[in-house]
């Protein structure tokens, strides 16, 4: 190789580099963003993920992680670091509530931000109202996480997010969407919740729908897809963790049933991982319905999100909905915190000055909607849209909306 | 009335790999008096040393075969190393050992791979055929076949082969075996690569039909031992039957209104069964 060619190499790869950056080139902004380290008395924050179990369910709080180093970066709260603790329940509620209790009692945690759980919400509802403690989760699963009075999550939850999926199915497909089939853990005030919604939207449509729940232990997933065929469906809908969803797709990829049936999934499928994981069988054939914005959308929050993960996150964290939504329970607290006089942050004055932060407040708001009308689904839906899922695997610029915006 | 046949074809290949682990736990205990509580783990081992092999661009062919070596080895290593030091140590006591070389295995696989959603593929995935209204892909075929050929040639090996003959003796009678001359802890560490081997085939095929999960895989071990407790740790032909008849009611239970979320139920009330049935004697001579 000549030096010429040496030279024009080094040159295009570093072209090439730039380019590739230019999406998580924002500089990550935090907090007061002083550039300064926080140095003074740390502020104890907790959060609760559930990290062993049947699926790794943490990156909502690995998110609130690296916002949170950011922001000590940046200056923390008027000088005065956050020290995040971040809890494994091993999807277990005896354990949930042994660290909720550690969190709480002995940490003397203000506030849990972050959390993402299958079992957080209706373990350690008691303890959460009688500590008078606030949690901003990144995530809520079960029906508990959305009619607790201390419990904010910033997503609309399962429930919503499979029905606005099968909603998108039915509104691409007009008037060929008559028989949903809504697969999902049979985990208590979960699994047939989350499928209630998508079944009710059907049948007022003049359809009928069926809610197929599995034990998340059981290894058999082509039983539970032959379970779903046999209801002749027009949809599935698979409600379930990406880890659990790859052997239902796999099962369902071996009955050769992309052409047969729509396939959707609720915003736990928006995952950059999880078209490879289920291959190239179903490029362009799923559609998964995402709660906030694309992750590639661009905007400053999605770019500051991004180059706060990589500057402050690790490499391996996910990028996903649920990263978003730690990133935003974290900064929506820090907000908060910033607001007040950082000599007297406690817990009593942490929950009211959450209490009355304007994004929970509206949350609040959605919940009191949400159960009011109940009966109606469509009222329910929020959220950016929906993303064909088998695109992202071949990068971000594949990502394609096809629902509302 | 729902349509059983579909899920009973479907439950057959995971019935046979429930079969191939269960076999493994038999023919190990038989050997070496330990229940090897690990066989899901090492399973599990294999299928993560096989992706991480076709992950890295390796060939799928060598990457199964390295897969099913390495749970070979690995269980070599805990025959030859660690039980040796706890064989005259309770029953109890060896089994609780190999539940926490499960628990350090599985630790190691979170640490190492993570919980990430992947997916194990075997080239005969692509090929299938339709039977009774599902298709059934050549990776189920094979497992099937599998389950039914390693359990033929074990018995084959057990009964004709000198080590096999050995291995027999060793069970009837562990000091006087020894003291006829059989070489104990080379013996023993047949049983263990044996047990590694099936555990390997199992774990691989396992991860490829149903899920690449240490956790899953690792308590995929609890259909075998209770196949294994099906044949009382001794009957090879009896742990075949458990092992199929759980896998298949497992499967046949999902279409029924109620029951269906909570089949994985099935391995233990078949083990409990097992037991209670094995009981009924002592029970009449008490009478």
């Known amino acids: 190789m000549t030096l010429r060619n040496t030279i024009l190499g080094i040159f295009m790869a570093a072209l090439l580099g730039c380019a590739g950056c230019t999406a998580h080139a924002a500089d990550a902004k935090c907090g007061a963003n002083t550039g300064k380290a926080a140095n003074g008395e740390p502020i104890v924050i907790g959060g609760i993920v559930s990290v062993t179990g049947p699926d790794n369910f943490s990156s909502s709080g690995l998110a609130a992680t690296a916002y949170f180093k950011c922001l000590n970066a940046n200056g923390g709260v008027n000088g005065r670091p956050i020290k995040y603790q971040l809890e494994d329940d091993g999807w277990n509620p005896e354990q949930s509530s042994q660290v909720a209790a550690k969190l709480i009692r002995d940490q003397k945690a203000v506030a849990l931000v972050g959390n993402m759980s299958f079992v957080d919400c209706g373990a350690n509802q008691g303890i959460y109202e009688k500590e008078g403690i606030m949690v901003i989760a990144g995530v809520g699963v079960p029906r508990d996480c959305f009619f607790q009075k201390n419990y904010a999550p910033t997503n609309a939850g399962p429930r919503v997010s499979n029905t606005k999926a099968v909603m998108d199915v039915a509104q691409t497909y007009p008037g060929k969407i008559k028989r949903v089939v809504c697969i999902a853990p049979n985990i208590p005030n979960l699994g047939e919740w989350s499928c209630s919604g998508a079944v009710a939207w059907i049948k007022k449509q003049g359809g009928d729908g069926k809610i197929i729940t599995f034990d998340p232990g059981s290894l058999d997933a082509t039983s539970v897809v032959l379970e779903a065929m046999a209801f002749k469906p027009d949809v599935i809908s698979v409600g379930t963790p990406k880890g659990l969803a790859v052997p239902i797709f796999a099962a369902a990829e071996e009955q050769g049933l992309a052409d047969k049936v729509h396939f959707t999934g609720p915003a736990s499928l928006y995952n950059p991982d999880f078209p490879r994981a289920i291959g190239k069988y179903w490029d362009g054939k799923v559609t998964v319905d995402m709660e906030l914005k694309a992750a590639d959308a661009g905007t400053p929050d999605m770019q500051n999100w991004l180059a706060v993960m990589d500057k402050y996150g690790q490499a391996s964290d996910p990028r996903d909905t649920f990263s978003q939504a730690g990133y935003l329970a974290a900064r929506v607290t820090a907000e908060t915190l910033l607001k007040m006089d950082a000599a007297k942050i406690d817990r009593k004055s942490v929950t009211q000055g959450l209490a009355e932060h304007q994004a929970v407040r509206k949350r609040h708001v959605v919940f009191a909607l949400v159960r009011r009308r109940r009966s109606s689904s469509q009222r329910q839906s929020r959220g950016p849209g929906v993303v064909r899922q088998g695109r992202q695997a071949r990068g971000k610029a594949g990502v394609r909306r096809v629902g509302r915006s | ?287």
């Open chain 2, 1 to 287: 009335m729902p349509d059983f046949t579909p899920f009973l074809v479907s439950g057959l290949a995971t019935a046979a790999t429930y079969v191939l682990s269960g076999v493994g736990i038999v023919v190990l205990y038989r050997a070496a008096g330990v229940v090897n509580f690990a066989q899901g783990a090492v399973g599990a081992l294999a299928a993560f040393v096989s992706w991480s092999i076709v992950e890295c661009g390796g060939p799928p062919g060598w990457s199964w075969i390295a897969g099913v070596a390495a749970a070979a080895l690995v269980s070599f290593l805990y025959g030859r190393v660690i039980a040796p030091r706890l064989a005259y140590g309770d029953p109890i006591m060896r089994a609780v050992a190999t539940l926490s070389f499960a628990l350090i295995l599985l630790g190691f696989m979170g640490y190492v791979w993570g919980e990430a959603p992947r997916r194990l593929r075997l080239p005969t995935d692509t090929m299938s055929f339709e039977l009774l209204g599902v298709r059934i892909t050549m990776t189920r075929a094979i497992a099937f076949g599998l389950g039914v050929l390693a359990t033929t040639a074990v018995m084959l090996f057990l009964a004709y082969s000198r080590v096999g003959l050995q291995m027999r003796a060793l069970a009837s009678n562990r000091d006087l075996s020894a003291m006829l001359g059989v070489r104990v802890l080379r013996v023993d560490s047949w049983a263990w690569v044996i047990s590694g081997l099936l555990a390997g085939v199992s774990g691989v095929l396992l991860a490829d039909l149903q899920r690449l999960s240490g956790q899953a895989l690792t308590f995929a071990v609890i259909p075998a031992i209770a196949a294994a407790v099906f044949g009382r740790f001794v009957s090879l032909p009896a742990t075949v039957a458990g092992g199929l008849a759980i896998g298949v009611c497992e499967a046949l239970l999902t279409p029924i209104p109620v029951i269906g979320p909570f089949r994985t139920a099935v391995p233990f009330l078949f083990a409990v069964g097992a037991m209670l049935w094995m009981q009924r004697r002592v029970t009449f001579v008490y009478r």
